[in-house]
């Protein structure tokens, strides 16, 4: 009897931590290649728990499209030694991203370089 209160109290601690590690996945982005794009920074949201760059990006074809990458937090940045005034809107920049599975206009920003910078990981 003791043994199968301490498996369903074991049970029960963990079920409340599946789904903070599931909204932690990078399940909707393709993790095997990376995007490489170049663009002009358009806006910046620093917040919890995801940092948000959007970046106008021109094809060959002179289409602009706006991409919006994902990266890391703001306190993850800050840690990371990231200012919040490394990138504003009107930079170019380029970075390296997972692209969205479902192939719209959206990643995971992995790597960004501000033009005349040193690439700096932003996930």
Wanted: net charge negative.
């Amino acid at each position: 009897m003791r043994y199968k209160s301490l498996t369903l109290a074991a049970l029960a601690a963990t079920l409340p931590v599946i789904p903070a590690s599931a909204h932690h996945s990078h399940g909707n982005y393709l993790m095997t290649e990376y995007t490489h794009l170049t663009g002009t920074v358009t806006e910046l949201h620093w917040v919890n728990p995801h940092t948000w760059v959007y970046l106008d990006v021109t094809d060959a074809d002179g289409e602009t499209a706006t991409w919006l990458l994902e990266a890391a937090s703001a306190n993850t940045l800050r840690r990371q030694g990231i200012a919040e005034d490394l990138v504003q809107p009107g930079d170019s920049v380029s970075v390296r991203c997972h692209r969205l599975r479902d192939g719209s206009n959206g990643c995971l920003l992995g790597f960004l370089t501000p033009e005349g910078g040193v690439e700096r990981e932003w996930d």
